[in-house]
């Protein structure tokens, strides 16, 4: 009766999600009667009487207002401002929060380009980074200063698919006035909602699983409506704001999160189930795993497990280019979250930019491989994967 009860539960929420992806956020009435919103091709617009003024460069044309509502609704959170590309998104948003003498907390594994720019450009502007093991609470608070003004997290790091302690990493800011963020990319809002857990930020590449279709860059940054507003500002002064027409193509995207996101966790997983069984196959890195040491946190906090997943080939880098050279289906390219399976090494793309000392302290070994999974039928990606691995 318990479980029919909450899974009855699960379904009545997941239907309002759906719901949201079409609903959410839309103008009323609809322009000229379109059922889709078409897109406002206008760098300006008209001064009105109590309007602020519109321009494509502040991000609040109609395509930007409507796109921001529904990603707000979509994570039950207060506001939303989208951005030219992820990057812009993070960029802008600690840029607004922190100025020179600040400090900040940030998660050691970051995606590559975080990385780089909080140990690279931040250093010159006088602000100073800590990392933190997001899995490790009890180490954190030896690493405030009396500077210290943020703590930034990502859901699930890549290529290892760690899963930080999201909820003590949000009791932790607030017990302290820190301003917490996390970048939610790879669980997308339908598998985690960091406003529901207290989070003040949540960030988007929505390049990745947001669009979903690899044609478009774009960022999001969701949360509480006094920052929003504050990073809106600050980004009409930095200029990175995302064009009208990939908006559009973003809103459209984005109507489909839910029914390809869905597939996407259910793929991946059966995907990392078969890795795991093959011998040719040292490791797999997939939080849906019982063998992932965070699987236990991911069931508990996620709906899913997500889309990408990453394994080590026996014979390191050289067996893992053979791999990639005789797969017929998956591209050898970066990003994730489209509708094409994307396959690629770490050491040599991603984290290409770090040292290789810096790659050992993350774990990340040469034979690595990262699968962002597609919508391919889940047996013709395993199939592919078969005859890759065989001999000959
Ligand atoms: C891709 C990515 C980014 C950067 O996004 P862009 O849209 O490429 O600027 C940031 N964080 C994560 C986790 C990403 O995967």
Redesign the pocket.
Known sequence: MQTKHSSNRRQALEQGFDTKLIHAGELVPRVHGAVTLPVFQSATFELEDDQPVRYIRQGNTPNHTVLGNKLAALEGAEACHVTG????A?STSLLTILSTGDHLLAQWGL?G??HELLSRSFPKLGIAVEWIDANCPETWAAKLRPTTKLIYV?SMS?PLFRVGDLLAVAAFARANGLVSII?N??ASPLNFRPAESCFDLSIH????YLNGHDDI???AVIGRREWVTKIAHRMSHFGGALDPHAAFLLHRGLKTLGVRVRYQNESALKIAEFLESQSEIERVNYPGLQSHPDHARARDLFLGFGGTLSFEVVGGAASAERLMRRLTLPVAAP??GGVDSLVMRPAAVSHAGLTGAERAALGIRDGLVRLAVGLETTEDLILDLAQALADG
């Open positions: 590309s992820g990057m812009a993070i995606y380009g975080t990502e890549s970048d990319t790879f590449s929505g390049t990745k860059a774009a960022g990003s994730l």
